[in-house]
């Protein structure tokens, strides 16, 4: 863990405040970019049109995680743009027993003359939107002038527009020359929803890849702070679960408060209360999503589904609880799981209790390595007169691939396009954060590969 969870977060909330004040001090885009910046700026400016209708012919395939003909053929399309530009392409397959359809692989050439930090960018092919769903795939917006400037649709925020900013960066740098000695790879894995089982697998190439990068940067959608200013991601917090098993003695309901003993529910009530009381930390959460209790209790993991059968009449014996668990780094998640646990043994009389912990997602910690490619995306956007970038909370985010490199590499999160309503039908793009977007990411890139 390189440094504290509360030291990282005070140094995030400083560079958050700094960038803002930096805003009314920037100069015009003109004065900050060199020439070649300022032509990388103009090529995506001029391509836009074609932008678009790339995101366009990527969200009318559907390709939800299980539809794995469609996120191949998604990612057919994207393999095309990156073979114009001159990278090395490749589909991974997964084993068939995952039930996944793979990842994209995009690397270009090394040469000895290769130079500059190693970069590796990531997206997702795959949407929640499974085929079959009401959904509608391209629903432009149009405003009362007639212009179009926010889109709805499967997957067009989260996140087809920003695999579309990593293809429309990458050919604004190489339309100015500036991709030739450089070492970037692009990796879009096309079960980012639901990744594949064991993650040791469908998470494999994607650390091996990091584990020969210097920065990790990840195009899921841009967000906008509580302060209204555009935000990326520096920290996420992981995913785990746990699950409460609990049994009490089966007797007549009449004699619940007695020598019997409380039952099974009043145990795990106890025992969730004491949690939520007891177990507090500013960035730690939580919650038991599916609770079954009775005297008969049965739990599908794989559908997620269970049932319960009891009489008012007679003490529960058993109650199973299901819940996921988010920490910042693991120093906190070993502080709760203690807590938890110690709270699960302090059991009422004729009950008892066992808890088990599974971690699913690492957490991506707050670093200063990942602040200060912050810092440097944020210079670049206010070169280019679009403003800092302040650093999203870790809480504020779920789960998503960076997490799998960070613990390796300087990773940023949240250099896709702008929209809202992700995982629902009113998942939404802004038309102009792809430019935006796309601006940022090329001068970033550009200046990264131009460092030892």
Known sequence: ????????????????????????????????????????????????????????????????????????????????????????????????EMQRAGHLLAELPANRDSRGKRLMLLGHLDTVFEPGNTTPAWEPQPEADGSVRRIKGQGVSDMKGGDVVIVEALRALKRVGALEGRRIAVMLTGDEEEAGNPKT????????????????????????????????????????????????????????????????????????????????????????????????????????????????????????????????DYAQRDRAQARMREIVSQSLPGASASIAFRDSYPPMAVTPGNLKVLEQYSRASQDAGLGPIGAVPPESRGAGDIQFVAPFIDSLDGLGASGGGAHSPNESLEVASIERSAIRAALLIYRLTRQD
Do not use: C
């Open 201 to 328: 697998i469908s998470r494999g190439d994607m650390v091996q890849l990091a584990k020969r990068s210097d920065v990790a940067l990840s195009f899921e959608g841009s967000i906008t702070n509580k302060d209204g200013m555009a935000a990326a991601t520096v920290g996420r917090r992981s995913t785990a679960f746990f699950e409460l098993e609990v049994k009490g003695r089966q007797a007549h309901s009449m004699g619940v408060f007695g020598p019997g003993g409380y039952g099974a529910v009043y145990e795990a009530a106890r025992i969730l209360d004491a949690f939520r009381q007891q177990v507090v930390e500013p960035g730690l959460t939580f919650n038991p999503g599916v609770i079954l209790g009775g005297t008969e209790v049965s739990f599908d993991d794989e559908h997620s589904r269970g049932t319960a059968f009891g009489k008012t009449n007679v003490i529960a014996n058993t109650v199973t609880v299901k819940g996921d668990l988010r920490y910042l």
């Open 1 to 96: 863990m390189r440094g504290s969870v509360k030291t990282m977060l005070a140094l995030a909330a400083a560079m958050t405040v700094q960038l803002a004040g930096a805003q009314e001090a920037a100069q015009p885009a003109t004065q900050q970019l060199s020439p070649v910046e300022q032509q990388i700026v103009a090529e995506i400016h001029a391509h836009a049109p074609q932008a678009l209708e790339l995101l366009r012919q990527s969200v009318l395939i559907n390709s939800g995680t299980m539809n794995h003909a469609g996120v191949r053929a998604v990612g057919k399309l994207f393999r095309d743009q990156f073979d114009e530009l001159g990278f090395k392409t490749r589909w991974i397959d997964l084993p068939p």
